[in-house]
């Protein structure tokens, strides 16, 4: 194979994975026009179209659906070997891409990152903060971090952050004007605030359990978010019961500026868990990463 032969073909490849030439393009540190002309030169040689275009997106051909089919897996063995080889010496190095739930960027991994960094100065990391369900293979990246229910039984899972509780929380102004729910059935004569959940665009049914049954409520309100933190913003400010992750709510509790209720109802879970691809040689730069978490208290030990 010809370098120019695999400089087109990685090229073909950053336009599927990113479904638009311009950010293909600046992936590669190439100008639009000049991928344009990569893949006319890829397609010509080889004699049959490997991509379709329009005005608004491109996807691939039948033909190269099965060639990105193949040639995938060969792109991540390679980009893994060039890895492994650069992190050779005394430390891990290059670039690790890790999606996560937006509360779990900000709260669980953004205060340890510059502790990361002076540890690993030759790791670049991004992190994209995404509560929509990505799939990380797809996307190129290392590792995600998400609830663990939400997790494919596929991948490599490693519990972060320990277990979590869900927390019905509201202002003490708004209970004094409407009364405290004793049961969840009681939320049907309260204004709640609803989420609409980022991947399946439906309102999440607030969860609860008792004596080891589940079960969940449809509630009703003048507000629909899909951001945590507005959430308790409204509820901080009178305008009704917002359901959080405890760990969010927790200040705001213990400061009083919001008061928890159905605290016997509300389960716990197992919270959430870094994962990555079952691949037969992990990246050192993630290794690194997982054993840095393990030793900052966010995962167990081995």
């Known amino acids: 194979m010809r370098g120019s032969d695999f400089a087109e073909l990685r090229a073909f490849a950053m336009?599927?994975?990113q479904g638009s030439f311009v950010r293909a393009a600046s992936h590669l540190g190439l100008s639009p026009p000049a991928l344009s002309q990569i893949i006319r030169n890829l397609e010509q040689r080889l004699g049959v179209r490997l991509i379709n275009r329009t005005t608004r997106s491109v996807a691939a051909s039948a033909a190269g659906e099965r060639l990105m089919l193949r040639l995938g897996p060969i792109l991540q063995e390679l980009?893994?070997?060039v890895t492994d080889i650069r992190s050779s010496g005394d430390r891990p190095a290059g670039m690790l891409r890790i999606n996560a739930a937006r509360?779990?960027?900000q709260h669980f991994l953004a205060p340890h990152m510059a502790r990361f960094h002076q540890l690993y100065p030759d790791v670049t990391v991004e992190l994209r903060g995404d509560?929509?369900?990505t799939d990380i293979v797809a996307e190129g990246f290392d590792a995600g971090i998400r609830l663990g229910e939400r997790l494919d039984r596929d991948m490599v899972a490693v519990p972060i952050g320990g277990e979590m509780e869900m927390s019905a929380v509201a202002s003490p102004d708004y209970f004094a004007r409407h009364g405290r729910p004793e049961i969840p059935q009681d939320l049907h004569r309260h204004q709640c605030i609803n989420f609409r959940m980022p991947t399946e665009g439906g309102l999440y049914r607030w969860e609860f359990v008792r004596n080891g049954k589940e079960f969940t409520i449809a509630v009703e309100g003048a507000f629909i978010i899909n951001e945590s933190e507005l959430g308790l913003r409204l509820a901080l400010d009178g305008a009704g019961i917002s359901y959080n992750l405890d760990f969010h709510a927790a200040p705001y509790i213990a400061s009083g500026q919001l008061e928890r209720v159905l605290a016997d109802w509300s389960p716990?879970?197992?919270?959430?868990?870094l994962y990555y691809p079952s691949r037969r040689q992990m990246p050192p730069a993630l290794r690194a990463f997982v054993d840095f978490l393990r030793a900052v208290g966010l995962a167990p030990g081995q």
Not at 268 to 273: A, D, S, T, V
């Open 15 to 17: 336009v599927i994975e």
């Open 79 to 81: 980009d893994a070997a």
């Open 103 to 105: 509360f779990a960027v």
């Open 131 to 133: 509560d929509a369900m």
């Open 268 to 273: 716990r879970f197992p919270g959430l868990y």
